[in-house]
């Protein structure tokens, strides 16, 4: 797969590396070496994270890239920091099960800043995410576990809720 035919979401991230020089480019080589023509991105979702521009139209500095892919043949997990880089690539044939929990609270009743989800206008201050995906033989193989508490974060989590409804149980290849 080339960078020019990923899914919208890549495609975004891929802009934003770009500009930050070496590692942009480093980061966009090795999306098209590890993703194969013959997979499609079924989920993708990435936590940039970049220091402040010091003169307007200049970028910001890179500090690290956590960006995790769930394709029609795999799961990958890609780690982009100062000091290594962090490839993890696993064969999952499907999603058994998945729960996402919205906070709304950050305290206990009475401590904190403790509100309901009415209050906050149904606006998460965090999500927390765990996708279980098994084997052909329906062996557990790998756990996904990511939370996010930025509110760009959370709208790309929430927005893979209906993907990964109409994911549970069915052969990724199939999709």
């Given amino acids: 797969m080339s960078v020019d035919n990923l899914p919208e979401a890549l495609n975004d991230l891929v802009e934003k590396v770009t500009p930050l020089g070496p590692i942009g480019t480093l980061i966009s080589r090795t999306l098209k070496v590890m993703l194969s ?4 991105v079924l989920i993708s979702f990435h936590q940039l994270q970049t220091s402040e521009a010091i003169a307007a139209g200049q970028p910001g500095s890179f500090g690290s890239l956590d960006l995790k892919l769930l394709t029609t043949e795999r799961y990958l997990s890609l780690g982009f920091y100062p000091t290594y880089h962090h490839f993890e690539v696993r064969d999952v044939h499907k999603i058994s099960h998945f729960s996402m929990q919205n906070r709304f609270a ?56 209906p993907v990964l409804s109409s994911l549970v149980g069915k052969a990724l290849k199939q999709q």
Avoid: M
């Avoid at 023509?37 to 499609?40: F, G, Q, R, V």
């Avoid at 606006?123 to 760009?152: K, M």
């Fill in 106 to 161: 950050t305290g206990y009743e009475g401590e904190g800043d403790a509100t309901t989800a009415e209050e906050r206008g149904f606006n998460p201050i965090e999500i927390v995410l765990e996708i279980r995906f098994e084997d052909e033989h329906g062996q557990e193989v790998l756990t996904w576990n990511q939370d996010a508490s930025r509110a760009e974060d959370i709208r790309t989590l929430f927005k893979q809720l």
């Fill in 37 to 40: 023509p013959s997979e499609k």
